[in-house]
């Protein structure tokens, strides 16, 4: 089994600054790209940001210059540091790896997801 656990949503003003973390833990081989995406009410997931094993990344437009994606490999873990927030920022926000795992049949890369951490930016 793996899960993934986020940790670092939260309640900020429009401006302001929160830093998302998420662990991979379980039966983990290898881990590929993690990454950030978000869902707001009435609307679709939307990928945020990537990263891949060789530390390549990627983001959505709207978040260009905003937030930085990094990650700890030794961790199995991704964070997010979001710098001037916006109210539209405002979402759900779901850690997600591609990895292996011992154990998974048939053998391959598989995707999984944390449960999602609220992040609200409101005056």
């Known amino acids: 089994q793996v899960q993934l656990v986020e940790s670092g949503g939260g309640l900020v003003q429009p401006g302001g600054s929160l830093r998302l973390s998420c662990a991979a833990s379980?039966?983990?081989?290898?881990?590929?790209?993690m990454g950030w995406y978000r869902q707001a009410p009435g609307k679709q997931r939307e990928l945020v940001a990537a990263?891949?094993?060789?530390?390549?990344?990627n983001y959505a437009d709207s978040v260009k210059g905003r937030f930085t994606i990094s990650r700890d490999t030794a961790k199995n873990s991704v964070y997010l540091q979001m710098n001037s927030l916006k109210p539209e920022d405002t979402a759900v926000y779901y850690c997600?790896?591609?990895?292996?795992?011992?154990?998974?049949?048939?053998?391959?890369?598989?995707?999984?997801w944390g449960q999602g951490t609220q992040v609200t930016v409101s005056s």
């Open positions: 997600n790896a591609d990895l292996r795992c011992y154990g998974c049949y048939p053998p391959g890369v598989y995707d999984y």
């Open positions: 379980g039966s983990i081989f290898s881990i590929n790209a």
């Open positions: 990263i891949t094993s060789g530390g390549s990344t």
